[in-house]
Protein backbone atom coordinates (compact mmCIF):
# COMPACT_ATOMS: atom_id res chain seq x y z
CA UNK A 1 0.00 0.00 0.00
CA UNK A 2 1.42 3.19 -0.82
CA UNK A 3 -0.70 5.75 1.19
CA UNK A 4 -3.05 3.42 3.35
CA UNK A 5 -4.83 6.65 4.61
CA UNK A 6 -5.96 7.32 0.70
CA UNK A 7 -6.37 3.69 0.16
CA UNK A 8 -3.95 4.04 -2.55
CA UNK A 9 -2.37 0.95 -3.69
CA UNK A 10 1.31 0.43 -4.49
CA UNK A 11 1.87 -0.84 -8.21
CA UNK A 12 3.95 -3.78 -8.99
CA UNK A 13 5.93 -2.85 -11.38
CA UNK A 14 7.40 0.65 -12.12
CA UNK A 15 9.80 2.34 -14.98
CA UNK A 16 12.76 3.94 -14.70
CA UNK A 17 12.96 7.39 -16.54
CA UNK A 18 15.21 9.34 -14.12
CA UNK A 19 18.14 7.90 -12.37
CA UNK A 20 20.04 10.12 -9.80
CA UNK A 21 24.11 7.92 -9.30
CA UNK A 22 25.86 9.36 -6.35
CA UNK A 23 28.31 7.63 -4.96
CA UNK A 24 31.79 7.16 -2.94
CA UNK A 25 32.19 3.53 -4.25
CA UNK A 26 32.99 3.68 -8.02
CA UNK A 27 33.28 -0.18 -8.58
CA UNK A 28 30.51 -1.03 -11.46
CA UNK A 29 29.32 2.07 -11.77
CA UNK A 30 30.12 2.99 -15.09
CA UNK A 31 28.67 -0.24 -16.51
CA UNK A 32 25.67 0.07 -14.77
CA UNK A 33 25.01 3.60 -15.97
CA UNK A 34 25.74 2.54 -19.40
CA UNK A 35 23.08 -0.30 -18.88
CA UNK A 36 20.57 2.44 -17.83
CA UNK A 37 21.22 4.59 -20.65
CA UNK A 38 20.85 1.73 -23.10
CA UNK A 39 17.13 1.25 -21.90
CA UNK A 40 16.25 4.70 -22.08
CA UNK A 41 16.81 5.85 -18.23
CA UNK A 42 18.05 9.78 -18.20
CA UNK A 43 20.83 9.99 -15.30
CA UNK A 44 21.76 12.30 -13.12
CA UNK A 45 24.73 12.39 -10.99
CA UNK A 46 26.80 14.30 -8.42
CA UNK A 47 30.29 15.51 -7.84
CA UNK A 48 32.56 12.55 -8.16
CA UNK A 49 30.40 10.31 -9.98
CA UNK A 50 29.39 12.93 -12.42
CA UNK A 51 32.78 12.87 -13.59
CA UNK A 52 33.34 9.40 -13.76
CA UNK A 53 30.50 8.93 -15.97
CA UNK A 54 31.20 12.19 -18.31
CA UNK A 55 34.42 10.92 -18.56
CA UNK A 56 33.22 7.09 -20.10
CA UNK A 57 31.14 9.47 -22.54
CA UNK A 58 27.15 8.28 -20.82
CA UNK A 59 24.91 12.00 -21.59
CA UNK A 60 24.51 12.65 -17.69
CA UNK A 61 23.24 15.84 -15.82
CA UNK A 62 24.67 17.49 -12.92
CA UNK A 63 22.43 17.53 -9.76
CA UNK A 64 22.34 21.40 -9.77
CA UNK A 65 19.98 20.92 -12.71
CA UNK A 66 17.51 19.75 -11.01
CA UNK A 67 17.97 21.70 -7.94
CA UNK A 68 18.86 24.83 -9.74
CA UNK A 69 21.46 25.70 -7.08
CA UNK A 70 25.17 25.08 -6.83
CA UNK A 71 26.91 22.40 -5.39
CA UNK A 72 28.50 24.93 -2.09
CA UNK A 73 30.71 24.81 1.04
CA UNK A 74 33.07 22.15 -0.20
CA UNK A 75 30.16 19.63 -1.69
CA UNK A 76 28.49 20.16 1.95
CA UNK A 77 25.66 20.96 0.25
CA UNK A 78 24.10 19.83 -2.63
CA UNK A 79 21.65 17.28 -2.70
CA UNK A 80 19.94 18.62 0.30
CA UNK A 81 16.99 20.18 -1.61
CA UNK A 82 13.56 20.01 -2.12
CA UNK A 83 14.47 19.41 -6.07
CA UNK A 84 15.80 16.12 -4.91
CA UNK A 85 14.06 15.12 -1.94
CA UNK A 86 10.28 15.85 -3.30
CA UNK A 87 11.36 13.92 -6.41
CA UNK A 88 12.63 10.75 -4.12
CA UNK A 89 9.41 10.83 -1.78
CA UNK A 90 6.62 12.24 -4.36
CA UNK A 91 3.38 9.68 -4.42
CA UNK A 92 3.01 9.51 -8.02
CA UNK A 93 -0.60 8.73 -7.43
CA UNK A 94 -1.20 10.98 -5.71
CA UNK A 95 -3.11 14.18 -6.99
CA UNK A 96 -1.98 16.36 -4.29
CA UNK A 97 1.43 15.22 -4.46
CA UNK A 98 1.39 15.60 -8.58
CA UNK A 99 0.23 18.83 -8.19
CA UNK A 100 2.67 19.83 -6.05
CA UNK A 101 5.20 18.75 -8.43
CA UNK A 102 3.91 20.75 -11.34
CA UNK A 103 3.72 23.59 -9.28
CA UNK A 104 7.19 23.68 -7.99
CA UNK A 105 9.23 22.27 -10.82
CA UNK A 106 9.87 19.03 -9.26
CA UNK A 107 10.70 16.01 -11.53
CA UNK A 108 10.29 12.14 -10.33
CA UNK A 109 13.48 10.48 -9.44
CA UNK A 110 12.55 6.51 -9.62
CA UNK A 111 15.88 5.15 -9.45
CA UNK A 112 18.48 6.13 -6.57
CA UNK A 113 21.54 4.82 -6.53
CA UNK A 114 23.69 5.31 -3.63
CA UNK A 115 26.84 4.11 -1.39
CA UNK A 116 28.25 6.79 1.26
CA UNK A 117 31.86 8.13 2.35
CA UNK A 118 34.14 5.46 3.35
CA UNK A 119 33.27 6.76 7.10
CA UNK A 120 34.28 3.06 8.55
CA UNK A 121 37.20 2.44 6.59
CA UNK A 122 38.49 6.48 7.56
CA UNK A 123 37.64 5.01 10.98
CA UNK A 124 39.36 1.43 10.91
CA UNK A 125 42.42 3.14 9.28
CA UNK A 126 43.18 5.55 12.85
CA UNK A 127 42.24 8.77 10.44
CA UNK A 128 42.31 11.95 12.70
CA UNK A 129 39.76 13.73 13.85
CA UNK A 130 38.86 16.55 11.16
CA UNK A 131 39.35 13.73 8.37
CA UNK A 132 37.24 11.39 10.62
CA UNK A 133 34.12 14.24 10.95
CA UNK A 134 34.70 14.82 7.29
CA UNK A 135 34.02 11.32 6.20
CA UNK A 136 30.24 11.46 7.97
CA UNK A 137 27.91 11.62 5.25
CA UNK A 138 25.02 13.35 5.32
CA UNK A 139 23.44 13.80 1.75
CA UNK A 140 23.86 10.27 1.16
CA UNK A 141 21.92 8.60 4.11
CA UNK A 142 18.77 11.08 3.70
CA UNK A 143 18.51 10.57 0.07
CA UNK A 144 18.35 6.56 1.22
CA UNK A 145 16.15 7.13 3.67
CA UNK A 146 13.93 8.95 1.54
CA UNK A 147 13.57 6.81 -1.50
CA UNK A 148 13.64 3.78 0.70
CA UNK A 149 10.38 4.93 2.36
CA UNK A 150 8.85 5.84 -1.46
CA UNK A 151 9.66 2.20 -2.31
CA UNK A 152 5.81 1.90 -3.60
CA UNK A 153 7.37 3.81 -6.29
CA UNK A 154 11.29 4.67 -6.09
CA UNK A 155 13.89 1.62 -6.37
CA UNK A 156 16.90 2.88 -3.91
CA UNK A 157 20.29 0.51 -4.34
CA UNK A 158 23.04 0.98 -1.96
CA UNK A 159 25.58 -2.36 -2.68
CA UNK A 160 27.01 -2.21 -5.73
CA UNK A 161 26.82 -6.18 -5.03
CA UNK A 162 23.13 -5.54 -6.23
CA UNK A 163 23.61 -3.74 -9.75
CA UNK A 164 23.34 -6.88 -11.94
CA UNK A 165 20.68 -8.03 -10.12
CA UNK A 166 18.92 -4.55 -10.94
CA UNK A 167 20.12 -4.89 -14.49
CA UNK A 168 18.21 -8.57 -14.90
CA UNK A 169 15.21 -6.78 -13.24
CA UNK A 170 14.84 -4.69 -16.09
CA UNK A 171 12.85 -5.88 -19.17
CA UNK A 172 11.82 -3.86 -22.65
CA UNK A 173 9.84 -1.57 -20.56
CA UNK A 174 13.01 -0.89 -17.75
CA UNK A 175 10.98 -1.28 -14.64
CA UNK A 176 11.41 -3.08 -11.50
CA UNK A 177 9.21 -5.28 -9.64
CA UNK A 178 7.56 -3.90 -5.92
CA UNK A 179 8.95 -6.71 -4.75
CA UNK A 180 12.59 -5.97 -5.99
CA UNK A 181 11.97 -2.36 -4.30
CA UNK A 182 10.57 -3.54 -0.96
CA UNK A 183 13.71 -6.07 -0.83
CA UNK A 184 16.46 -3.14 -1.94
CA UNK A 185 14.44 -0.32 0.86
CA UNK A 186 15.30 -2.89 3.78
CA UNK A 187 18.84 -3.11 2.61
CA UNK A 188 18.80 0.51 2.51
CA UNK A 189 17.56 1.51 5.76
CA UNK A 190 20.06 -1.61 7.37
CA UNK A 191 22.84 0.09 5.82
CA UNK A 192 22.08 3.42 7.38
CA UNK A 193 21.37 1.87 10.44
CA UNK A 194 24.72 0.25 10.37
CA UNK A 195 26.42 3.61 9.39
CA UNK A 196 24.49 5.41 12.06
CA UNK A 197 25.95 3.14 14.49
CA UNK A 198 29.67 3.35 13.28
CA UNK A 199 29.85 7.12 13.96
CA UNK A 200 28.28 6.66 17.07
CA UNK A 201 30.79 4.28 18.47
CA UNK A 202 33.49 6.30 17.35
CA UNK A 203 32.08 9.70 19.19
CA UNK A 204 32.10 7.32 22.48
CA UNK A 205 35.63 6.42 21.86
CA UNK A 206 36.63 9.71 20.96
CA UNK A 207 34.48 10.82 24.26
CA UNK A 208 35.53 8.16 26.63
CA UNK A 209 31.89 7.18 27.38
CA UNK A 210 32.11 3.60 26.92
CA UNK A 211 28.36 3.30 28.08
CA UNK A 212 26.27 5.94 26.20
CA UNK A 213 22.68 6.64 26.64
CA UNK A 214 21.81 4.94 23.42
CA UNK A 215 23.99 1.93 22.51
CA UNK A 216 23.79 0.65 18.59
CA UNK A 217 25.82 -2.34 17.57
CA UNK A 218 25.89 -3.16 13.75
CA UNK A 219 27.68 -4.59 11.56
CA UNK A 220 28.17 -5.98 7.75
CA UNK A 221 27.56 -9.51 6.89
CA UNK A 222 31.07 -11.39 6.07
CA UNK A 223 29.44 -14.79 5.70
CA UNK A 224 26.29 -16.83 6.25
CA UNK A 225 26.52 -19.97 7.27
CA UNK A 226 25.00 -23.40 7.29
CA UNK A 227 24.03 -23.63 10.44
CA UNK A 228 24.87 -22.17 14.08
CA UNK A 229 26.22 -24.27 17.16
CA UNK A 230 23.67 -26.67 16.44
CA UNK A 231 22.36 -27.41 12.52
CA UNK A 232 18.81 -26.42 13.73
CA UNK A 233 20.01 -22.99 14.42
CA UNK A 234 20.52 -20.41 11.89
CA UNK A 235 23.49 -18.40 11.50
CA UNK A 236 25.86 -15.42 10.14
CA UNK A 237 29.01 -14.12 10.23
CA UNK A 238 28.88 -9.97 10.79
CA UNK A 239 32.15 -7.66 10.79
CA UNK A 240 31.95 -4.59 12.87
CA UNK A 241 34.85 -2.60 10.98
CA UNK A 242 37.22 -2.78 14.22
CA UNK A 243 40.56 -2.91 13.32
CA UNK A 244 41.95 -5.89 15.97
CA UNK A 245 43.76 -8.05 14.02
CA UNK A 246 41.90 -11.74 14.74
CA UNK A 247 39.20 -14.15 12.98
CA UNK A 248 37.34 -10.94 11.74
CA UNK A 249 40.09 -9.46 9.59
CA UNK A 250 42.06 -12.94 9.06
CA UNK A 251 42.75 -14.06 5.36
CA UNK A 252 41.71 -17.99 5.03
CA UNK A 253 44.74 -19.38 2.84
CA UNK A 254 43.26 -22.32 2.56
CA UNK A 255 40.24 -24.77 4.04
CA UNK A 256 36.63 -24.80 3.99
CA UNK A 257 34.25 -22.33 5.27
CA UNK A 258 34.50 -21.76 9.29
CA UNK A 259 31.36 -22.53 10.58
CA UNK A 260 29.91 -20.60 14.05
CA UNK A 261 31.69 -22.51 16.26
CA UNK A 262 34.81 -22.53 14.79
CA UNK A 263 34.66 -18.47 14.51
CA UNK A 264 33.87 -18.25 18.44
CA UNK A 265 37.08 -20.95 18.92
CA UNK A 266 39.47 -19.73 16.60
CA UNK A 267 38.76 -15.97 18.65
CA UNK A 268 39.23 -17.35 21.95
CA UNK A 269 42.62 -19.28 21.03
CA UNK A 270 43.88 -16.20 19.14
CA UNK A 271 42.93 -13.63 21.96
CA UNK A 272 44.49 -15.81 24.39
CA UNK A 273 47.71 -16.43 22.71
CA UNK A 274 48.20 -13.03 22.44
CA UNK A 275 48.63 -12.55 25.62
CA UNK A 276 52.32 -13.17 25.03
CA UNK A 277 54.42 -11.29 23.37
CA UNK A 278 56.20 -12.75 20.24
CA UNK A 279 59.58 -11.07 20.90
CA UNK A 280 59.54 -12.68 24.47
CA UNK A 281 59.35 -16.00 23.12
CA UNK A 282 56.98 -18.01 21.14
CA UNK A 283 53.93 -19.46 22.67
CA UNK A 284 51.23 -21.86 21.63
CA UNK A 285 47.61 -21.88 22.30
CA UNK A 286 45.09 -25.04 22.03
CA UNK A 287 41.73 -24.80 22.27
CA UNK A 288 38.52 -26.76 22.31
CA UNK A 289 34.83 -25.10 22.99
CA UNK A 290 36.12 -21.92 23.85
CA UNK A 291 38.57 -23.65 26.26
CA UNK A 292 42.20 -23.69 26.47
CA UNK A 293 43.16 -27.27 26.98
CA UNK A 294 47.16 -26.56 26.53
CA UNK A 295 49.02 -23.44 26.20
CA UNK A 296 52.89 -23.12 26.46
CA UNK A 297 55.85 -21.18 25.60
CA UNK A 298 58.83 -22.06 25.13
CA UNK A 299 62.55 -21.29 23.15
CA UNK A 300 61.00 -22.74 19.44
CA UNK A 301 57.29 -22.63 18.46
CA UNK A 302 57.63 -26.65 17.62
CA UNK A 303 58.71 -27.00 20.93
CA UNK A 304 55.82 -24.70 22.36
CA UNK A 305 53.25 -26.29 20.29
CA UNK A 306 54.53 -29.80 21.74
CA UNK A 307 54.35 -29.02 25.45
CA UNK A 308 50.86 -27.31 24.74
CA UNK A 309 49.75 -30.54 23.25
CA UNK A 310 51.10 -32.53 26.11
CA UNK A 311 48.62 -30.56 28.86
CA UNK A 312 45.64 -32.41 27.47
CA UNK A 313 46.24 -34.41 23.98
CA UNK A 314 42.70 -35.84 24.53
CA UNK A 315 40.55 -32.60 24.26
CA UNK A 316 43.37 -31.09 21.76
CA UNK A 317 41.81 -33.56 18.86
CA UNK A 318 39.59 -31.36 16.95
CA UNK A 319 40.79 -28.24 18.39
CA UNK A 320 41.86 -25.01 17.35
CA UNK A 321 45.38 -23.67 17.08
CA UNK A 322 46.79 -20.45 17.63
CA UNK A 323 50.52 -19.23 17.10
CA UNK A 324 52.17 -16.02 18.41
CA UNK A 325 54.88 -16.12 15.47
CA UNK A 326 55.03 -17.25 12.09
CA UNK A 327 54.28 -21.06 11.88
CA UNK A 328 57.37 -22.48 10.34
CA UNK A 329 58.12 -25.64 8.70
CA UNK A 330 59.03 -28.07 11.84
CA UNK A 331 55.82 -27.11 13.67
CA UNK A 332 53.38 -27.75 10.69
CA UNK A 333 55.47 -31.08 10.69
CA UNK A 334 54.45 -31.58 14.23
CA UNK A 335 50.47 -29.98 13.91
CA UNK A 336 49.09 -32.29 10.88
CA UNK A 337 49.68 -35.50 12.58
CA UNK A 338 47.02 -34.78 14.93
CA UNK A 339 43.61 -34.33 13.77
CA UNK A 340 43.05 -30.51 13.68
CA UNK A 341 39.90 -27.72 12.85
CA UNK A 342 41.35 -24.29 12.46
CA UNK A 343 45.54 -22.99 12.51
CA UNK A 344 45.61 -19.18 13.18
CA UNK A 345 49.28 -17.20 13.10
CA UNK A 346 50.17 -13.82 12.57
CA UNK A 347 52.43 -14.94 9.28
CA UNK A 348 52.79 -18.55 7.59
CA UNK A 349 55.89 -19.34 5.87
CA UNK A 350 56.46 -20.72 2.11
CA UNK A 351 57.25 -24.07 3.45
CA UNK A 352 54.99 -24.55 6.49
CA UNK A 353 52.25 -23.87 3.98
CA UNK A 354 52.76 -26.42 1.42
CA UNK A 355 52.62 -28.66 4.44
CA UNK A 356 49.31 -27.79 5.67
CA UNK A 357 48.25 -28.14 2.46
CA UNK A 358 48.52 -31.47 2.28
CA UNK A 359 45.52 -31.47 4.98
CA UNK A 360 42.78 -29.91 2.60
CA UNK A 361 40.10 -29.50 5.39
CA UNK A 362 42.70 -27.68 8.03
CA UNK A 363 41.79 -24.45 7.76
CA UNK A 364 44.67 -22.31 7.83
CA UNK A 365 44.42 -18.17 8.58
CA UNK A 366 46.70 -15.40 9.27
CA UNK A 367 46.03 -12.22 10.17
CA UNK A 368 49.07 -9.57 9.75
CA UNK A 369 49.61 -8.90 13.72
CA UNK A 370 48.60 -9.90 17.02
CA UNK A 371 45.67 -8.04 18.80
CA UNK A 372 46.79 -5.69 21.44
CA UNK A 373 45.32 -7.27 24.76
CA UNK A 374 45.57 -3.89 26.60
CA UNK A 375 43.74 -1.94 24.25
CA UNK A 376 40.46 -1.24 24.96
CA UNK A 377 36.97 -2.32 23.47
CA UNK A 378 33.39 -3.91 23.97
CA UNK A 379 32.05 -7.00 24.24
CA UNK A 380 28.18 -7.84 24.29
CA UNK A 381 25.58 -10.57 24.76
CA UNK A 382 22.22 -10.84 24.12
CA UNK A 383 19.97 -11.61 26.66
CA UNK A 384 15.64 -11.83 26.72
CA UNK A 385 14.68 -8.21 25.62
CA UNK A 386 18.32 -6.84 26.27
CA UNK A 387 21.88 -6.71 25.34
CA UNK A 388 24.76 -6.71 27.66
CA UNK A 389 27.50 -4.64 26.94
CA UNK A 390 30.68 -4.45 28.49
CA UNK A 391 34.24 -3.02 28.28
CA UNK A 392 36.52 -6.01 26.89
CA UNK A 393 38.90 -7.75 29.93
CA UNK A 394 41.97 -6.08 28.92
CA UNK A 395 43.75 -6.21 32.58
CA UNK A 396 47.08 -7.54 32.50
CA UNK A 397 48.79 -8.66 35.38
CA UNK A 398 51.81 -7.72 34.47
CA UNK A 399 50.41 -3.99 35.38
CA UNK A 400 49.23 -5.13 38.72
CA UNK A 401 50.46 -4.59 42.11
CA UNK A 402 50.81 -8.09 43.56
CA UNK A 403 50.61 -8.93 47.34
CA UNK A 404 52.57 -11.78 48.89
CA UNK A 405 49.72 -12.25 51.77
CA UNK A 406 51.80 -15.64 53.18
CA UNK A 407 54.83 -15.67 55.31
CA UNK A 408 56.86 -17.64 52.89
CA UNK A 409 57.38 -15.36 49.44
CA UNK A 410 57.23 -17.19 45.71
CA UNK A 411 60.47 -17.88 44.26
CA UNK A 412 61.36 -15.86 41.57
CA UNK A 413 60.52 -19.07 39.28
CA UNK A 414 57.20 -19.34 41.40
CA UNK A 415 56.38 -16.24 39.88
CA UNK A 416 56.79 -16.41 36.65
CA UNK A 417 54.61 -19.54 36.83
CA UNK A 418 51.83 -17.71 38.40
CA UNK A 419 51.75 -15.11 35.84
CA UNK A 420 51.65 -17.75 33.34
CA UNK A 421 49.19 -19.29 34.96
CA UNK A 422 46.79 -16.44 35.28
CA UNK A 423 47.31 -15.09 32.25
CA UNK A 424 45.64 -18.58 30.73
CA UNK A 425 42.55 -18.58 33.70
CA UNK A 426 41.72 -14.81 32.58
CA UNK A 427 40.36 -16.97 29.21
CA UNK A 428 38.97 -20.19 30.68
CA UNK A 429 35.39 -19.98 31.28
CA UNK A 430 34.60 -19.68 35.53
CA UNK A 431 35.06 -21.19 37.35
CA UNK A 432 38.73 -21.34 36.70
CA UNK A 433 41.64 -22.77 37.88
CA UNK A 434 45.19 -23.28 35.77
CA UNK A 435 48.45 -25.55 37.16
CA UNK A 436 51.69 -24.15 35.44
CA UNK A 437 54.92 -25.09 35.83
CA UNK A 438 57.95 -23.55 33.23
CA UNK A 439 55.84 -21.83 30.83
CA UNK A 440 53.44 -24.65 30.60
CA UNK A 441 49.87 -25.17 31.47
CA UNK A 442 49.73 -28.83 33.22
CA UNK A 443 46.27 -28.55 34.60
CA UNK A 444 43.08 -26.92 33.62
CA UNK A 445 39.98 -26.85 35.10
CA UNK A 446 36.50 -24.72 33.57
CA UNK A 447 33.77 -24.13 33.74
CA UNK A 448 32.25 -25.96 37.03
CA UNK A 449 29.40 -24.77 39.37
CA UNK A 450 32.01 -25.43 42.52
CA UNK A 451 35.59 -23.75 42.26
CA UNK A 452 37.07 -26.93 44.13
CA UNK A 453 35.52 -29.27 41.29
CA UNK A 454 37.76 -27.06 38.83
CA UNK A 455 40.57 -27.41 41.22
CA UNK A 456 39.97 -31.42 41.08
CA UNK A 457 39.39 -31.71 37.23
CA UNK A 458 42.56 -29.56 36.91
CA UNK A 459 44.34 -32.19 38.74
CA UNK A 460 42.65 -35.94 36.98
CA UNK A 461 43.28 -33.88 33.63
CA UNK A 462 47.34 -33.61 34.57
CA UNK A 463 47.08 -37.04 35.96
CA UNK A 464 45.48 -38.29 32.53
CA UNK A 465 48.69 -36.28 30.73
CA UNK A 466 51.12 -37.78 32.94
CA UNK A 467 50.06 -41.35 32.35
CA UNK A 468 49.73 -40.60 28.24
CA UNK A 469 53.47 -39.13 28.53
CA UNK A 470 54.75 -41.99 30.95
CA UNK A 471 55.38 -40.29 33.17
CA UNK A 472 55.99 -41.66 36.93
CA UNK A 473 54.36 -38.57 38.41
CA UNK A 474 51.67 -35.41 36.94
CA UNK A 475 53.81 -32.37 36.69
CA UNK A 476 51.44 -30.72 38.73
CA UNK A 477 54.23 -31.54 41.41
CA UNK A 478 56.04 -27.99 42.21
CA UNK A 479 53.51 -26.21 40.06
CA UNK A 480 51.94 -22.66 40.50
CA UNK A 481 47.85 -22.48 41.02
CA UNK A 482 45.90 -19.84 39.82
CA UNK A 483 42.44 -19.02 40.72
CA UNK A 484 40.18 -16.27 38.29
CA UNK A 485 37.90 -15.27 40.97
CA UNK A 486 38.82 -15.26 44.96
CA UNK A 487 39.14 -19.25 46.56
CA UNK A 488 35.75 -18.51 48.99
CA UNK A 489 36.58 -21.67 51.46
CA UNK A 490 40.28 -23.25 52.25
CA UNK A 491 39.21 -26.57 50.54
CA UNK A 492 40.09 -25.26 47.31
CA UNK A 493 43.84 -24.56 48.09
CA UNK A 494 44.20 -27.78 50.17
CA UNK A 495 43.09 -29.58 47.10
CA UNK A 496 45.67 -27.65 45.10
CA UNK A 497 47.85 -28.46 47.24
CA UNK A 498 47.58 -31.84 47.47
CA UNK A 499 47.56 -32.02 43.58
CA UNK A 500 51.68 -30.63 44.57
CA UNK A 501 51.36 -26.49 43.49
CA UNK A 502 53.21 -24.50 46.03
CA UNK A 503 52.63 -21.45 45.00
CA UNK A 504 48.91 -19.73 44.55
CA UNK A 505 47.86 -16.67 43.05
CA UNK A 506 44.31 -15.46 42.87
CA UNK A 507 42.35 -12.01 43.36
CA UNK A 508 41.61 -12.35 46.97
CA UNK A 509 38.46 -10.53 48.85
CA UNK A 510 36.90 -13.31 50.22
CA UNK A 511 35.13 -12.89 53.63
CA UNK A 512 36.97 -16.27 54.56
CA UNK A 513 40.51 -14.66 53.06
CA UNK A 514 42.27 -14.87 56.24
CA UNK A 515 41.23 -19.00 56.88
CA UNK A 516 42.70 -19.17 53.22
CA UNK A 517 45.99 -17.77 53.91
CA UNK A 518 46.32 -19.64 57.44
CA UNK A 519 45.74 -22.80 55.49
CA UNK A 520 48.50 -21.71 52.97
CA UNK A 521 51.15 -20.74 55.55
CA UNK A 522 50.12 -24.06 57.40
CA UNK A 523 50.83 -26.01 54.01
CA UNK A 524 54.24 -23.78 53.73
CA UNK A 525 52.94 -22.44 50.16
CA UNK A 526 53.54 -19.01 48.81
CA UNK A 527 50.27 -16.93 47.80
CA UNK A 528 49.93 -13.92 45.88
CA UNK A 529 46.83 -11.92 45.50
CA UNK A 530 46.04 -9.78 42.29
CA UNK A 531 43.36 -7.48 42.88
CA UNK A 532 41.93 -8.32 39.95
CA UNK A 533 39.12 -10.98 38.76
CA UNK A 534 38.79 -11.98 35.42
CA UNK A 535 35.05 -13.90 35.63
CA UNK A 536 34.59 -15.13 31.68
CA UNK A 537 31.12 -16.52 31.52
Not at 200 to 223: C, N, Q, Y
Not at 239 to 251: D, I, K, L
Not at 385 to 400: A, K, S, Y
Request: include cysteine; charged fraction near 20%; glycine fraction near 8%.
Amino acid sequence: MAVASKNIPAPDRVALRTALLSVSDKSGIVELARALHEKGVALVSTGGTHKTLSEAGLPVRDVSELTGFPEVMDGRVKTLHPGVHGGLLAIRDDAEHVAAMETHGIAAIDLAVINLYPFEDVRAKGGDYPTTVENIDIGGPAMIRAAAKNHAYVTVVTDPSDYDTLIAQLGEDAATTFAFRHQMAAKAYARTAAYDTAISGWFAEVLDTPMPRHRAIGGVLKEEMRYGENPHQKAAFYVTGENRPGVATATLLQGKQLSYNNINDTDAAFELVAEFPPETAPACAIIKHANPCGVATATTLVEAYRRALACDSTSAFGGIIALNQELDGATAEEIVKLFTEVIIAPAVSDEARAIIARKANLRLLVTGALPDPRLPGLSAKTVAGGLLVQTRDNGMVEDLDLKVVTRRAPTAQELIDMKFAFKVAKHVKSNAVVYAKDGQTVGIGAGQMSRVDSVRIAAIKAEEAARALGLDKPLTIGSAVASEAFLPFADGLLSAVAAGATAVIQPGGSMRDEEVIAAADEAGVAMVFTGMRHFRH
